[in-house]
């Protein structure tokens, strides 16, 4: 059976931990057809465009 051979030091073992809680920002840019924040590659949810085209039917409110 695998046993440590010296005990890890609590710096150690808190720069190994340090790696799974990091958290990186959503990158927002603004749709070029209609100038709502959306993500980048993926369509706009407000109009629906993809790269100057419209690639998804989007449902009116009203």
């Known amino acids: ?19 799974h809680d990091k958290v990186t920002p959503v990158e927002i840019v603004a749709c070029p057809n209609c100038g709502e924040a959306t993500r980048p590659h993926r369509a706009c949810g407000s109009c629906g465009h993809y790269k100057g085209k419209k690639a998804v039917a989007v449902k009116t409110t009203g």
């Open 1 to 19: 059976m695998a046993v440590p051979k010296r005990k890890t030091t609590p710096p150690k073992r808190d720069m190994r931990r340090a790696n």
